[in-house]
């Protein structure tokens, strides 16, 4: 068992607008009603979330959902490593020359030597510290946020909404979201814990 979540990362808000932006987006989904403007308790990983409000199933595509559901909106603000929840990365690709390093083995098994230096990267990105590794094929340093993770495992950002027990997300809100991001990159991450 376990709860389902989606993620919706700004990965180029900064510490200093990363604020601003999250009181924007919930704004306009509180007046959307997309979500209750009272904070309860709705959501894992936070104390208090933003339970779904009236209009909420126009938000998703719930046709493939068993039964009645109700989620929340947990956003966190902050310098934070956004994960796919279970599992293991299975592959990075460099911002510069576009290669892709396996980070599992034949046997679908993490491959611990190739993740090691990736594994500092997100251990101390998450702590405050920015660990620059260079690509082991171009050999170019590549800062902590640069990495794309396959399948969009792992997000670095200061700035995600998490939609916990919701069934998924359609496009256009999604798009409606990065709309008010500043048109800034974002990563839909989507997991279970």
Do not use: N
């Not at 990363?18 to 919930?26: D, N, P, T």
């Amino acid at each position: 068992m376990g709860d389902w979540f989606q993620t919706i990362v700004d990965v180029e808000a900064s510490p200093e607008e990363a604020g601003a932006l999250a009181e924007g987006v919930l704004s306009w989904l509180v007046s959307s009603g997309v979500v209750a403007a009272e904070r309860t308790d709705c959501v894992l990983g936070a104390e208090l979330g933003h339970a779904s409000g009236p209009r909420a199933g126009e938000v998703v595509d719930a046709s493939g959902w068993s039964g009645p559901w109700q989620g929340g909106l947990a956003i966190k603000v902050g310098r934070t490593v956004f994960d796919a929840g279970q599992g293991d990365p299975t592959a990075v690709t460099c911002p510069h020359c576009s290669a892709t390093v396996e980070l599992m083995g034949d046997d679908f098994t993490l491959d611990h030597q190739a993740w090691e230096p990736f594994r500092d990267v997100v251990h101390d990105w998450d702590e405050g510290r920015d660990v620059v590794i260079p690509c082991p094929s171009c050999g170019r340093p590549v800062e902590p946020t640069g990495w794309r993770w396959a399948d969009d495992y792992f997000a670095f950002g200061h700035l995600g909404f998490t939609f916990w027990g919701w069934p998924p997300l359609r496009t256009g809100f999604v798009d409606g979201i990065t709309a008010r991001l500043a048109g800034h990159r974002v990563v839909f991450l989507d997991g279970k814990l």
